[in-house]
């Protein structure tokens, strides 16, 4: 699962991919015009808490792959390049210009969050609408040639999304069935991901929240997420060395939590993912599963074997352990679950997988 960092140029988009992945792209790749990767851990409160409690030998946090795409611009846009590049895509991170600097120029001579990011959002829609005409002109050929059902099924489908895309509406709200699912599957249709718009402030701009209260309002009918980000505050706070240092100069500024850490817990929402940990003296680790995954299919995650020889989880809610303080108490008190092969397993899940040898 793959998220990719999108936007115009001089948005600070970089940058946030250098905080969330710590890797600095190379010259060669910056110059390459293709997506430069890169691995984000999650952060997650959740396991710095169950680390602190278990104090294990082995420490691993969940990752995700993290893309940064070329920059949008009419050239690009033309091309058509970028689109195959979102298309390969399993969600979308939009780097949205907030922040007023002089020195650094803006594509469209001034900063304007609104116009950029309804620029950004037409051009999706309008790429999914050409591609749907251009493909239904050639199946209006084949089906005056032949009358194949199959073409006329796909005729029906197609229009069925041009319907909903004239309307201004992506396709990841359109309502689709398996077989309507199965017959597009194959189709570069980008506005059918997820999206997240991430506004860059400037450090004066933080405790402001007019801007991003709005448009998650606005956004959040057509299933957006919006929050803000100072990428500039945020690498202040990464060049820090200790993490004393981090919280002093983060209180200075009102901030409880670095909000890259808080980032990276979004963009996994935005990919349509949960987490569960796995816990003990040896090793606390934070695994990643689709959210709706039964107990084996979590199983999965861990190891593919696990999941073949699958007899039941253990299952401990993290509210519950960190209320409890101990798993021998979860136990007495009835909170200790054993669960089958049905149970769908919830965000924070602590688990523990029984299996056949």
């Known amino acids: 699962m793959k998220i990719g960092l999108i936007g115009l140029p001089q948005v600070g988009k970089k940058t946030l991919f250098e905080l969330l992945t710590n890797h600095k792209p190379s010259e060669k790749e910056l110059v390459s015009g293709k997506p430069i990767k890169g691995v984000a851990e999650i ?56 922040f007023k600097d002089d020195s650094v120029y803006h594509a469209d001579g001034s ?41 006329i099924k796909e005729r029906e489908v197609l229009l069925k999304l041009k319907t909903h895309l004239d309307k201004t509406l992506p396709l990841r709200l359109l309502s689709l069935s398996q077989d309507e699912k199965k017959l597009i599957t194959s189709y570069p249709f980008v506005t059918l991901k997820e999206m997240v718009i991430v506004l860059n402030v400037s450090e004066n701009e933080l405790s402001q929240t007019a801007l991003a209260d709005r448009l998650k309002a606005e956004f959040a009918p057509i299933r957006i997420e919006v ?20 919280r002093e100069f983060m209180g200075s500024l009102g901030i409880e939590e670095s909000a890259v850490s808080v980032l990276t817990r979004v963009l996994i929402k935005a990919l349509s993912l949960i987490s569960f940990f796995t816990v003990g003296e040896d090793e606390v680790r934070q695994w990643l599963v689709r959210r709706g995954s039964n107990a084996p299919e979590a199983a999965g995650a ?37 669960k089958g092969k049905d149970y769908i397993v919830e965000d924070g899940d602590i688990v523990n997988i029984r299996f056949s040898v």
């Open 43 to 98: 952060k997650d409160p959740r396991y710095d808490k169950l680390v602190g409690m278990y104090k294990p030998k082995k420490e691993v946090r969940a990752r995700i792959d993290v893309e940064c795409l070329p920059k949008l611009e009419k050239d690009t846009i033309a091309k058509g390049e970028i689109f195959t590049d979102i298309n390969e895509l399993d969600a979308i991170c939009h780097v949205v210009r907030v």
């Open 111 to 151: 900063v304007d969050p609104k116009r950029d990011i309804d620029f950004v959002n037409s051009e999706l829609l309008l790429h999914d609408l050409i591609f749907i005409e251009k493909r239904m002109e050639r199946l209006d050929q084949k089906i005056k040639q032949t009358r194949e059902e199959a073409s």
């Open 227 to 246: 929050m803000q980000v100072s990428a500039k505050v945020e690498a202040e706070i990464a060049g820090l060395e200790s993490e004393d240092e981090k």
């Open 302 to 338: 861990i190891h593919s074997d696990l999941q073949k020889c699958f007899i039941r989880a253990e299952v401990m809610k993290y509210d519950d352990l960190v209320a409890l303080g101990a798993e021998e108490k979860l136990k007495a008190a009835g909170k200790f679950y054993l």
